[in-house]
């Protein structure tokens, strides 16, 4: 089973995606997204690190999502992807800022192969960008653009999409049904 966690900054679907992988009674592998590039993000890092359940084992990858899901899915485990749109930042661009589309392109096919051959249970985090004002700047435009496109494919083929909002989870498709 795949669930797509959305929610924004904040909003509580980091704990709700948890408390679902904890719930799923699985072997719980956490695969984190995110770099330290600065001191708050490496404090973000711990923080979420010291959230997590110390039976949970913890793998962190930034670009090479879908070969990690290969390498970790099956039917006795529960992968937390934590975030999408982190991972999506680390693959549509480089250190510098600079477009990488092959590069994207080719870590998206990967990421959307492996979760249709998906042996046991997903859940994945991601932000919901796209409900701001059309921004100014091409680059920030083009992410939105993308996350937007990423959170579609996704969403069409998982089981279960929420979207969290104020710490309520807000079900938008269960069971492959649109609600």
């Not at 924004?8 to 072997?27: C, I, T």
């Not at 250190?95 to 998206?108: A, C, P």
């Not at 579609?152 to 938008?172: F, N, Y």
Request: aromatic letters at 4%.
């Amino acid at each position: 089973m795949i669930e797509l966690v959305l929610g924004g900054a904040r909003s509580g679907k980091s704990r709700y995606a948890e408390q679902q992988a904890q719930a799923s009674g699985k072997s719980v592998v956490y695969i984190a997204t995110a770099e330290a590039g600065d001191d708050e993000m490496r404090a973000r890092i711990e923080r979420h690190r010291a959230d997590r359940a110390e039976s949970w084992q913890t793998v962190e990858e930034p670009i090479r999502l879908g070969e990690t899901i290969k390498q970790h899915a099956g039917e006795g485990h529960c992968l937390l992807i934590d975030c999408l749109t982190l991972w999506l930042s680390n693959v549509l661009f480089d250190k510098q800022g600079v477009l990488q589309l092959s590069r994207f392109q080719q870590e998206k096919d990967a990421l959307l192969q492996a979760l249709s051959a998906r042996p046991g249970r997903i859940v994945m985090v991601s932000n919901e960008v796209g409900q701001g004002v059309v921004s100014v700047h091409k680059t920030t435009r083009r992410f939105v653009d993308e996350a937007g496109r990423l959170h579609q494919e996704i969403a069409a083929i998982s089981d279960k999409v929420v979207l969290v909002t104020a710490g309520l989870p807000m079900v938008l498709k269960r069971n492959g049904v649109r609600r």
